[in-house]
């Protein structure tokens, strides 16, 4: 089992930055952030696996969102810039079993997720 716990979330208007923290129990392979706005299904924003050159970002945060991973800690963060009222949602922190090298876009291929941070961007 992982236990993962988020921090960072909050309110800001357009524009502004929040930044997203993640810490895991012990370290997984693929790790990343799903979100989910009100009445939407959850979906990927970024996800790592393994090395941070391998990170994938959603085509909606790319060139905003920027995801950092330190092994060493188990941690794994979201950097949001540039913020806009689509943005706002529950945030939660996933990974995949440790057995699993590699990531995917599919919310049911992980196995342990936080609670959720909730980011609110105000127009």
């Known amino acids: 089992q992982v236990q993962l716990m988020e921090s960072g979330g909050g309110s800001v208007q357009t524009g502004g930055s929040l930044r997203l923290s993640c810490a895991a129990s012990?370290?997984?392979?693929?790790m990343g952030w799903f979100r989910q706005a009100p009445g939407k299904e959850r979906e990927p924003v970024a996800t790592?696996?393994?090395?941070?050159?391998?990170?994938w970002y959603a085509d909606s945060v790319k060139g905003r969102f920027t995801l950092s991973r330190d092994n060493a800690k188990a941690t794994v963060d979201l950097q949001m810039n540039n913020l806009n009222p689509e943005d706002t949602a529950m945030y939660y922190c996933?990974?995949?079993?440790?057995?699993?090298?590699?990531?995917?876009?599919?919310?049911?291929?992980?196995?342990?997720w936080g609670q959720g941070t909730q980011v609110t961007v105000s127009a």
């Open positions: 996933v990974a995949r079993k440790w057995f699993y090298s590699w990531c995917t876009r599919d919310p049911t291929d992980f196995a342990f």
């Open positions: 790592v696996a393994g090395h941070i050159t391998n990170t």
């Open positions: 012990s370290e997984r392979t693929c």
